[in-house]
């Protein structure tokens, strides 16, 4: 029964720690507050009044404490899909005036070129001097650019092929999962953004597979509320005007589309699906006003942008040009002048809340491709508290409740069991903050089931003292055998455990997940207070008693 | 002072007499219980159906029939309308929950559309207030059903196999038989009671498969200690032996696992009451089918039992080293 003075040391050292970095948690508003505080002043710098705030709780003392979950705190979660293909779609776009112009450089040898209608993700381009097919496949070809990410190295961007008089042109597999892998760091930034704008505290925004992002913001009203922040598309472009009409069935024609205007009913516009400049483009939009006073925005293109927006106003003159956002023209205005420089302003009918909203959709950046939500959770602020309320009630008198029962089964090795119970708490809570966890109202039942089988370890040791000492050993003799023997089915018996807390937590989201965690580290200090803390216990009050006789 | 015990210091309970009627009731309640999802269906809620439920709260009774006539002129197809009872909850309060199919063409719930059933609700009863709203759309809820499948399959697999590794094959079957058995009857008593079945049930069942192994773990634990001292024991008595040995422990687990799991049931509101539930009832069927269930798997089996020593090799002439 010797347990090495740098032993105790380790096992009480432990315990103290937990302690320390469990302590947090009992201040928890004081110590929330000193944190968006400190966060606030480490952006903007300080200001008395978050001086104030910061002084609330000591710097020197830890201040990690353990998120809770927005089944606790309330908030709104949405699950949204990235429709990665609309992506594919506007290159395309993008690439038919290109592949336009290099075959009609070939117009001798291989013909007239049209756009043949097809999926929107491939560009079907069809010659009308089939015989010619290799040297215009030859030219298409041309058009490929190497892929730019570390995997695809060395390939080409587009994939083309032929068959009869038409060409197939397509984003190269490669191409296609470095767009994918672009488009998506693009939506999580600007999700990122838009949410930050409106200035609510530690949103989660992740991504989940390859094309959802899982957005969680705790004390947002609703998620609507948070879907209209997040605005599921603000797709700004700028397309020529092909024509006017009123019917809503009008066909657009090849490369083209039929618009709805946004403020007159009934009118519609056929435009050209290839966007002259898009949203992209831009570096800055605010609010403003037009000459005639009435609410407009203004916007400025970056240089790329202006010039594009330049050569076209340059040689369109006199001809309307649409601002199309959300596939809807918001306006059509007639091309005045050559605007060089690459700054204009949106006129409308806005109000001056519309025109403020589009100048910042528009400066946070379009999204790249379009967003649906697949699943949308809002729970609110006042049954989140009632959860809490709830799960500590439970949690308190469950304690209790084991307390008793331990001390009425085993008098004073239960108190030993409760002290290491009460010492597991803190090293599990100690362990989640330090770790960042987040608490959930199931991670709350994974804290009260762990009360229970943390005593399952002590009840293994002490049911095995029970009987070695029935086989007539002395009291070290049965509490050491006690301890050996029972370690094999409490390693067993936890390792299963912690096999299906970990399983829970690769498969499980959110709340589930949460509850994985707790159990998972509920096991690992339970083990840890049982085999060696309680051991200690017992041990050094055995040798400051020696007693002849125990009973367990 | 006299501590309390649980069972008798010696005990020498025949696990195997009625074998009969419990293992027997066991594998048919298991049968029984694997057929009732498809004969009589499981009240999956939203994650796994897909659609939308909305909580609402309210000063006022709750008034289901009111509740429903508001809803129905807005044509949302399947309505289910629960009023939630909790005994530990305030007077005042009156919780309920409107359940709406998913609209076709929509992955989670249309703004407008949820807008409308709120609104016709408040006209219902002003003071409601929408605490909770969950959509779910069917792309998604069919992925978590087949991700549930997969966790639950794959936790029990590798259970097994790290059973195999510890003991034997023949346990770890007989483990593995028995975290079926618990968790079937799970599954099976909602189905029975027609709870709704939702993602936290299956985190709930795969608690159940971590400690229904905990338990079981440990009689076979001291069935390979018992193998070993008593080597010429038949094996039903050493399982035997080895169940009455641990069966103070068992239940003592047992017990104060389910002290705190009843306080959860009691105060622990009625958000989780259906998780806590499954957990419960799993720490019922897990210590019994650690007794009952897995232990009559190994005696069927058989088990080698030269513990400790090197096999020997197939039966035949053999020939061994000299020294």
Redesign the interface.
């Known amino acids: 029964m010797q347990i090495p003075l740098w032993k105790r040391v380790i096992i009480l050292g432990l315990c103290a720690l937990g302690v320390i970095l469990a302590m947090p948690n009992l201040f928890y508003n004081r110590v929330e507050t000193h944190n968006a505080a400190a966060a606030k002043i480490a952006r903007n710098g300080s200001t008395p009044e978050l001086a104030k705030q910061l002084a609330e709780w000591p710097s020197w003392l830890p201040s990690s404490i353990v998120n809770l979950g927005l ?1 606790l705190r309330g908030g709104a979660h949405l ?1 949204a ?1 990235v429709h990665l293909s609309n992506v594919y779609a506007d290159r395309m776009n993008a690439l038919w005036p290109e592949v336009r112009d290099a075959l009609a450089k070939e117009r001798a040898t291989v013909g007239n070129v049209r756009r043949e209608p097809s999926d929107p993700s491939v560009l079907k381009v069809s010659i009308s001097k089939p015989e010619a097919m290799a040297t215009a496949l030859q030219t298409v070809r041309g058009l490929a650019r190497p892929v730019v990410s570390l995997t695809g190295v060395g390939q080409k961007d587009l994939q083309v092929t032929a068959a009869g008089n038409s060409i197939t042109i397509q984003l190269s597999p490669a191409e296609k999962a470095a767009t994918d892998q672009r488009t998506m760091q693009q939506s999580l930034e600007i999700v990122r953004r838009r949410i930050d704008a409106a200035g609510t505290r530690e949103p989660t925004i992740q991504q989940e597979g390859s094309d959802r992002i899982l957005i969680e913001v705790p004390g947002i009203g ?3 509320q948070l ?2 922040l997040i605005g599921t598309t603000a797709r700004l472009t700028f397309n020529k005007v092909v024509g006017r009409t009123s019917d809503a069935h009008a066909i657009p024609g090849a490369g083209n589309s039929l618009v709805p205007s946004e403020d007159q009913k009934g009118l519609y516009y056929i435009i050209d699906d290839t966007p002259v400049v898009t949203g992209e483009d831009l570096t800055d939009a605010q609010p403003s006003f037009d000459q005639n006073g009435q609410p407009a925005v203004d916007f400025r293109f970056d240089t790329t942008g202006a010039r594009k927006f330049g050569d076209y106003t340059a040689t369109h003159i006199g001809q309307p040009f649409a601002i199309v956002l959300d596939n809807k023209v918001i306006s059509a205005p007639v091309i005045q002048a050559h605007i060089a420089g690459g700054s204009g302003i949106i006129t409308g009918n806005f109000t001056v809340q519309s025109s403020t909203q589009l100048a910042v959709l528009l400066r946070a950046g379009a999204l790249p491709a379009k967003m ?9 602020p ?2 989140g508290a ?2 809490i309320r ?2 500590r ?3 308190v ?3 209790i ?2 307390v008793v ?2 001390v ?4 004073f090795f239960g108190w030993i069991a409760n002290l290491g119970l009460a010492l597991n708490m803190c090293m599990m809570f100690g362990a989640l903050s330090l770790i960042g966890a987040t608490l959930t ?2 991670g ?2 994974g804290i ?2 762990t ?3 943390a ?2 370890g002590n ?2 040791v002490y ?1 095995r003292i ?2 070695e000492l ?1 086989a007539a050993r002395g009291p070290a003799r049965a509490i050491e055998l006690g301890y050996e ?1 029972a370690l ?2 409490i390693i ?10 970990g ?2 937590y690769f ?2 989201t959110g ?2 997940r949460g ?2 965690v707790t ?1 998972g580290l509920g096991i690992l200090t339970s083990v840890f207070t049982t085999v060696w803390l309680s051991r200690l216990m017992i041990v050094m009050w055995f040798e400051r008693r020696r007693p002849k006789s125990i ?2 | 002072m006299r501590h309390l015990r649980m069972v008798p210091d010696h005990t020498n309970i025949d696990f195997f007499a009625i074998a009969r009627v419990t293992f027997g009731g066991s594998m048919l309640l298991v049968v029984i219980s694997i057929m009732a999802p498809f004969i009589w269906g499981l009240n999956f809620g939203i994650d796994f159906l897909g659609g939308t439920t909305i909580r609402t709260e309210a000063s006022q009774p709750v008034n289901v029939g009111a509740y429903r006539k508001a809803l129905d002129p807005l044509h949302l197809g399947d309505v289910i309308i629960n009023q939630v009872f909790d005994p530990s909850a305030s007077t005042n309060k009156h919780v309920a929950n409107v359940r709406v199919s998913a609209e076709k063409g929509h992955e989670s719930i249309p703004p407008a559309a949820l807008k409308r059933i709120e609104g016709a609700l408040q006209k219902v009863d002003p003071s409601i207030r929408f605490t909770s709203v969950n959509s779910v759309g069917p792309k998604v809820s069919g992925e978590l059903m087949r991700k549930a499948v997969m966790a639950i399959s794959g936790a029990v697999f590798a259970v097994m196999a790290y059973i195999w590794l510890r003991f034997e094959w023949q346990f770890a079957l007989g483990a593995a038989v028995a975290t079926v058995h618990d968790v079937a009857l799970t599954v099976g008593i909602f189905v029975l009671l027609q709870i709704k079945f939702d993602l936290s049930i299956i985190a709930a069942l795969l608690t159940i498969v971590g400690y229904s192994l905990n338990d079981t773990v440990v009689v076979f634990d001291r069935a390979r200690e018992n193998l070993i001292k008593y080597k010429k024991m038949p094996l039903r008595d050493v399982l035997n032996l080895s169940a009455n040995e641990t069966l103070s422990r068992t239940l003592m687990t047992s017990l104060s696992t389910m002290i705190p799991l009843i306080a959860l049931l009691i105060f622990g509101g009625d958000v989780i009451r259906g998780f806590v539930f499954a957990i419960a009832w799993g720490v019922i069927t897990g210590t019994y089918s650690s007794i009952y269930v897995a232990k009559n798997i190994v005696l069927m089996l058989g088990v080698k039992r030269d513990w400790g020593k090197k096999d020997d090799g197939a039966a035949g002439t053999q020939f061994a080293a000299k020294g």
């Not at chain 1, 649906?372 to 609110?380: A, K, Y």
């Not at chain 1, 009425?408 to 008098?411: C, D, I, K």
């Not at chain 1, 067993?492 to 807390?501: G, Y």
């Open positions: 089944d699950l899909e609703s998620a609507e879907k209209a649906s939500f697949l699943e949308e959770r809002t729970i609110g006042e049954l009632d959860s709830a799960g009630i439970a949690a008198v469950g304690t409740a084991v029962f331990m009425a089964v085993y008098g109202l199931p709350i039942a009260v089931l009360v229970g089988m005593v399952d009840v293994l049911e029970r009987e029935r023997r094999s089915a067993d018996a936890n390792l299963t455990t912690m096999i299906s807390a399983i829970l498969v499980g709340p589930v509850f994985a159990l009973e367990v």
